[in-house]
C-alpha cells in the first residue's frame, strides 16, 4: 500500500489497482489492433487481387477476338 495521506487508503488501492488493470490490457489491446489492420489489409490485398484477375481475363477475351478476326480475315473495329 502507498505511503500513509489524508485520503483513504481504500480509495487508493482502487485508483492504483484501476491504473494497474489499464497497464495490464494494454499489449492485449495493441494485438487486437494489429490483427485488425492486418485483417483490413488482406481483405485489400484479395479485392486487388480479385481486380487484376478480372482486368487480365477483359484484355485475354480483347486479344483473342482480335485473333480470331485477324485469322478469319474479318474485318476489325
Do not use: R
Request: aromatic share 2%; proline share 4%.
Amino acid at each position: 500500500m502507498a505511503e500513509p495521506t489524508a485520503v483513504n487508503g481504500q480509495i487508493t488501492d482502487a485508483v492504483t489497482q484501476a491504473n494497474v488493470k489499464v497497464l495490464g490490457d494494454a499489449p492485449a489491446m495493441a494485438m487486437g489492433a494489429v490483427y485488425q489492420a492486418l485483417a483490413h489489409s488482406q481483405g485489400i490485398m484479395f479485392e486487388n487481387a480479385a481486380s487484376n484477375q478480372q482486368q487480365s481475363n477483359l484484355l485475354a477475351q480483347a486479344i483473342t477476338a482480335k485473333c480470331v478476326n485477324l485469322l478469319t480475315g474479318a474485318p476489325s473495329a
